[in-house]
């Protein structure tokens, strides 16, 4: 596909459990994102990777988030122990500006996570 | 710490009315500035962007200029059409993080009302 594919497009879970979602950037965009938007913080940055290595992981609320990346291509956001505060809508995005500042990122449309 | 400020909504015109969103930011040195959109039910796109200080981005009748004296990014349309009405989003990317991330305000909802 053209764009930034995101999987599931939503997801219940109950709470305790491990969610994983997916993220297919663009094809050699060669940086990839995760941001959470959620009603009480806006849309906030999670964690950043240029290629397969994550240099800024200061985003992630706690060590119940990790995430890693494959073949510089493929991401999956793991949340362990799900809570209630974590639900929200995780966004990925992909740019191929290898971490510059000035160039546009291409947002996937979201999974909705909601944890019971 | 780098933040982006966004003049809080909703927002709520009739069609062919004028707009301006007022955004401002705080950042170290010069941080590149965007806009972006959220139609319903669709994904963030990027509406337009200004990378340096005094430069003007502009996309489908949307622009905002670049102010460093004032920090400040306001977006502005002279005529909005029901198919403006969506989210709208002002960020920053921060030369010193080399990351690319985005630090994004609040969002402001509008609705154009025929």
């Known amino acids: 596909g053209a764009g930034v594919s995101q999987s599931p497009s939503n997801k219940v879970t109950e709470k305790g459990k491990d969610v994983e979602l997916r993220c297919d950037p663009i094809s050699g965009h060669t940086a990839l994102y995760w941001y959470r938007q959620s009603l009480g913080q806006g849309l906030e940055f999670l964690i950043y990777f240029q290629g397969n290595s994550a240099p800024d992981k200061s985003g992630l609320p706690s060590d119940r988030f990790s995430a890693e990346r494959t073949g510089g291509s493929v991401s999956t956001l793991t949340i362990q122990r799900t809570q209630q505060e974590d639900s929200a809508v995780y966004l990925c995005?992909?740019?191929?500006?290898?971490?510059?500042?000035?160039?546009?990122?291409?947002f996937g449309q979201g999974t909705r996570l909601t944890v019971v | 710490g780098d933040s982006v400020t966004q003049m809080e909504g909703p927002v709520t015109l009739s069609e062919e009315a004028f707009l301006t969103i007022n955004c401002t930011y705080t950042a170290t040195g010069y941080p590149s500035l965007f806009w972006y959109v959220q139609y319903p039910g669709e994904g963030l796109q990027l509406l337009l962007k200004?990378?340096?200080?005094?430069d003007k981005g502009s996309n489908k009748g949307f622009e905002a200029t670049y102010r460093k004296e004032t920090t400040s990014f306001h977006l502005e349309k002279g005529s909005v059409q029901v198919s403006d009405s969506a989210v709208y989003f002002c960020?920053?990317?921060?030369?010193?993080?080399?990351?690319?991330?985005?630090?994004f305000g609040q969002g402001t909802t509008l609705q154009v009302k025929p």
């Open positions: 200004a990378t340096k200080a005094d």
């Open positions: 995005a992909s740019s191929p500006g290898q971490g510059r500042w000035d160039t546009e990122a291409f």
């Open positions: 960020a920053l990317s921060a030369v010193s993080s080399n990351t690319g991330k985005l630090i």
